[in-house]
């Protein structure tokens, strides 16, 4: 049964939510999912590759580690700030734009980086880059979610978002082969024409969200959306004034993120945003240092290390799947008290290599797949017209928290922990965490108890 075109004023936004809901799942929604996921590869590849040419960078340039880190530390900054403006320009032109927009940015930007003839040109750089890569995170969560229907959201987040350690991963496996060879610079062209090239495939392949072009609800989005819903093929929609659309996104701002009782949910959101990336750049920046000071050899410690990447990805999998089918604070708050414990067992004298890499393996897995459950929340958290605004302050959290985590290891150095005690601290903000998902899914029980 097709939608009349009075459904704009009577919700037209829920119906077709609905229609996805309901549907079943296309091979076209996957494709778009796939596209968002490997702009999600090169968003890791390209956050990291400082990381792997950082050594043969410093010997080239002879440059100081404290001015190595200040290239890497504004990188940061820049992922943050990207992650945190880009809100309002989402809410107002949509996730393709977005998308495309910065997926371009960090690809000329990487191939800057490969010409920078100067520190100070390769920081820039590196800024800006950053831009485009925090950018690009939130809107191709926020189109993930937007496009696939609730039954399999969590899944389809968990998995898009798995792109990111991926291509860390392939970051690292190029740079083993590139720059012995040919230099530095290689990683940044594969890191600059690999998005380029996606780039060009995005412009003719992705298409904008469905919900978002049901709230904006222009005459062209009523197009849009009727293109969309025929691939899944479903009944399209007939046409709308641009008028109320428009009025709609006008009146929408980041109030919206917070109000109707969701300023809980934000804030509990933003902590677990912040404290898992946190706990994993801890273990990401520290664990070879660690563990070759406490006499491992070095090459079992950077495996042990690669372990915990491995384990998120594995981790974002299957607990994305089955939170599909089970409370989802719950799933949380199990896999953070799990998690917790992996970080204190980290601490055992008497673990060689093998046990501690089935112990990154675990942390990677119930912490970094944690975050993939904490994207699929974050998705329904918000409405449509203010949603990209939500997962940028979310994103910027863990922005946030990859930027603390690492100067909290050095802090504690500084202080006096020293060798594998110092991974137990981090059993504390996860255990906080796993307490604060519990207390959230037991009110929300009683309250839905209460309402019945």
Excluded at 35 to 58: E, M, R, S, T, W
Excluded at 101 to 108: R, S, W
Excluded at 257 to 282: E, I, K, P, T, Y
Aim: aromatic share 8%.
């Amino acid at each position: 049964m097709g939608l009349s075109s009075n459904d704009r004023i009577s919700g037209l936004p829920e119906r077709v939510g609905r229609t996805i809901d309901e549907a079943p799942l296309t091979a076209f929604q996957v494709r778009v999912a796939a596209l968002c996921g490997c702009v999600a590869v090169l968003d890791g590849f390209d956050g990291q590759a400082i990381a792997f040419a950082g050594p043969a960078l410093i010997r080239a340039w002879g440059l100081t580690p404290s001015a190595f880190a200040w290239v890497v530390s504004i990188g940061l900054v820049g992922t943050l700030l990207g992650a945190s403006l880009q809100g309002p320009f989402a809410d107002r032109i949509g996730r393709r734009p977005l998308i495309i927009a910065a997926t371009f940015l960090f690809a000329v930007c990487a191939m800057g980086c490969a010409l920078a003839a100067t520190p100070v040109q390769l920081t820039a750089l590196r800024f800006v880059s950053g831009l485009g890569l925090g950018a690009a995170m939130v809107n191709i969560v926020a189109l993930t979610g937007e496009i696939a229907p609730k039954r399999n959201r969590a899944f389809m987040i968990a998995t898009m978002a798995s792109g990111l350690p991926v291509g860390v991963f392939l970051c690292g496996l190029l740079s083993s082969l590139l720059i012995e060879g040919a230099g530095w610079r290689a990683i940044f062209w594969a890191g600059g024409l690999a998005p380029l090239l996606l780039g060009a495939v995005l412009l003719f392949r992705l298409p904008e969200s469905p919900l978002f072009r049901a709230v904006r609800g222009r005459d062209s989005d009523i197009v849009g959306l009727n293109g969309f819903l025929a691939r899944m093929g479903q009944a399209t929609v007939a046409g709308v004034g641009a008028a109320q659309g428009v009025t709609a996104t006008r009146s929408s701002s980041v109030t919206g993120v917070v109000s109707d009782g969701r300023l809980l949910v934000a804030c509990l959101l933003g902590a677990v945003f912040f404290f898992n990336q946190l706990v994993m750049f801890f273990l990401f920046s520290w664990t070879p240092t660690v563990l070759a000071q406490t006499g491992l050899p070095l090459h079992q410690a950077v495996l042990v290390s690669s372990a915990i990447g491995l384990g998120s990805v594995f981790g974002g999998f299957v607990l994305s799947l089955v939170s599909d089918r089970n409370p989802r604070l719950f799933m949380m708050a199990l896999a953070y008290g799990i998690g917790a414990g992996a970080c204190v067992l980290f601490g055992v004298p008497r673990f060689g290599a093998a046990e501690l890499a089935m112990l990154a393996l675990a942390v990677g897995f119930f912490v970094g797949g944690g975050q993939g459950l904490a994207y699929a929340m974050a998705v329904t958290s918000f409405p449509v017209e203010v949603r990209a605004r939500g997962l940028g302050i979310l994103v910027t959290a863990t922005r946030a928290g990859a930027i603390c985590g690492p100067l909290l290891g050095g802090a504690l150095q500084t202080w006096g922990w020293h060798g594998r005690d110092i991974f137990a601290t981090l059993a504390g903000p996860l255990l906080l965490l796993a307490v604060v998902a519990t207390g959230a899914q037991l009110a929300g029980r009683r309250n839905a108890e209460r309402g019945a």
